[in-house]
């Protein structure tokens, strides 16, 4: 079996954790190899946030090397371009298309680029890009907060991760708080169909 | 998250790092854990602190480093089991502890984690504490992985019991705080505890000392011979080639020989101090070249050239020293890689491995920020505004220092927990500048106070700004002396930052809320007159918390928005207290609601009063 390279990015706070978290239960649970890399501390205080995950089996680093992820998760377009540089040519970039405007666009010492400028972007990297509206189909689900989960539903119609759905679904609902477990299990199926009901890019 | 380290033996969980170290605490029987919070350690203590009913551990949030050695070692010393965990630089506070426990030793398994942090993901410098173990004469295990961190922290007990010495265990950020899966084990019973008399042993004046050198001399020369015996130290791979690694970088350095397919011999110390000569030496004349791959200082290197020049003085050993892997940082796959490369002669390319390109200069930069609504925010406006251009800020660890950055730039010099104090007191001497130093709460319980007293006995000048959240906020929400609840949540004696202050002899003493703007402004002026030192205490609950506790009782927040006919875009509100919410988009300011949390500081510092609660004027 092939080992399978995730590296889900974005900003302190989006919930970058539990998504990975609920992949690498699911992975563990199906007997897989599961090796997880996060970040705590200071550079969770709104800051840019990369979470590695690899399954698989014979694993060493719990770090992606750089040129070899199978699925980029971007919680946050730009966040997404600092982690191009673990992309290959046919990587999935799985992208929430919604920016997060840092303090320093707001005082003038960064800019942020446009949304198309971001994306072509990735396409020098892939063409497998999907962009995913995560922030309406939580809304969908039922809460703003569910935008992670909607995420993982996405990323998992891509077929890239070597676990059945119903796998990801019961670890959803062992997982999640109690309150938010139907809108997370909706939240997982709209993402899913959001990407699953397009065309094969 | 409370029950994850609870389970049965056998069961598999995906722990951190942090969490298997915990989860081996309480199967070595560990009856009290002590600690001082940091990154990337914090978590050990942590989970601890969640199952302290359950499991009978005594622990606790000790107010430093070397309080925390201190009260693990008067626990051991009376035969009880003890584990300390701290950050690297933990350790530089608690050496002077640690250094002479090792001449008495330990009775009760005394065991040391302590987590160094290469790249500073989250510390002020990135110091190899392996130096630590050399330099104190103790042993010192490193594990690669959550498994082997859990299994080693067993064996150091056992280590420490067996040679009564403390022994250390050192893990990096990237082992405290990876998960992997972890097969729980089976619990250990608690010790019998008692206090034996013995004072030629255990009081260090001179006489006894040089005795007890001498014992800890002879102690370690048996350790050197469990670690020839240690399964820690393993071999892996096949092939004349040698690469001599542990802890971290040995994942590293499998998974580049592994990209690579290259055939290597692979020595992997887990056992670190004393090193295993013999075991080394062996290696050493059966393989050549070597190449030792090792994250920071070349602590093994060195020892292992040391063993060469005895042994097999002819093998070519290469390291950090000729920069083969950077003394710098953390190491990658990829560095491995090239340093792999390197000795072969052969670049990466050839191995069909693509260079790596970046998008990153494209990205907007963010770095860690402070959070809507923090009280620290309002308390940097009003000191920044009383202070002014030419006062010197001085400041010290905590959130608080993330304010360096703009638009709050506040911060003219950092370097350790407690250091705003003193550093204020050499500056008063030298130049004429107001000064206007922060601290936060736990930070000054930690190790400023000594600076306080200095400040009063010596005469100097500066105004002491306590920046008092009521939490350990950075490290994720532990409580401290000036809560009132100890770490398991207990009700405890509130001790007052003010009243340390005055007992201290400081006479001029206030206490102010930092969201009421306009007198914590004159109190910070008045302050700066006043001839001597001063403290202030900006007291006011972390938002995070207060935002918990209001969802969780169901209360209304407030949110706040941009008037738009009274606002002429001044940025004011963005300039000097530069809280999240408030964004600038085409010269334009609004609030973003889903960050807003309501404080409405902003609408104090508007000068227009342009920035009103949402609900209150149609806009």
Redesign the interface.
Known sequence: MKNTNVVACGVGGQGVLLATSILANTAMREGLDVLASEVHGMAQRGGSIVSHLRIGRELYSPLVTEGSADLILGFEPAEVLRALRFAKNRTWIVVNSRPIMPTTVSIGVSKYPAFEVIVKEYLRFSKFVVEVDAMKLALKAGSSLAQNIVMLGASAATGIYPMKNEALQSCIQELSPGKYLDVNLKAFEVGFHSVSSRKRM | MSNIILGNPGE?R?L?GNEAIARGAIEAGVQVATTYPG??S??IADTLAEVVEKTGVYMEYSTNEIVAVETAAGASICGARAMVSMKHVGLNVASDALVTLAYVGVRGGFVLVCCDDPYC??SQNEQDNRYYALLANIPCLEPSKPQEAKDMLLNAFQISEKLELPVMMRLVT?VS?????VILGSLADKRKTEHVRNPKRFVMVPANARCRHLVLLEKMGQAKEISEQSKFNSMYGRGKFGVITGGAS??????AL??LNMDASVLKLGFINPLPEKTISDFLRKHAPILVVEELEPFLELQVKAVAKDWAPKVKIHGVLEGFTPRHGEL???IVAEALCRIKGKPLKDYR??K?????E??????????PGCPHMASIYAIKVAGGPKAIYPTDIG?YT?AYQ??QSIGDIVICMGSSAGISCGMSVAVDNPIISIVGDSTFFHASIPGVINAVYNKHRFVYAVLDNLTTA???FQPHPGTGVTGIGEITKRILIEDIAEACGVEFVKVVDPFDLKSALSTVREAIKHDGPSVVVFRRICAVLEIEEKRRKGEEVPKYQVDREKCNNCMAC??LL?C?P????GGQVSI?E?LCVGCGVCAQVCPLGAIIKVGDKKV
């Open positions: 598999k995906f951190m990154t990337p914090s978590e993901w989250s990237r705080h990876i998960r992997a899966p040995f994942n590293y350095a499998m998974e592994n990209m990658s796959t990829r491995i693509s790596v390109s970046h998008a990153e494209l990205s907007p930069r963010r770095p860690p920020s402070l959070c959130c993330l703009p638009p950075m490290t994720n963005i300039k530069g999240p408030l964004v600038a988009s973003d889903a």
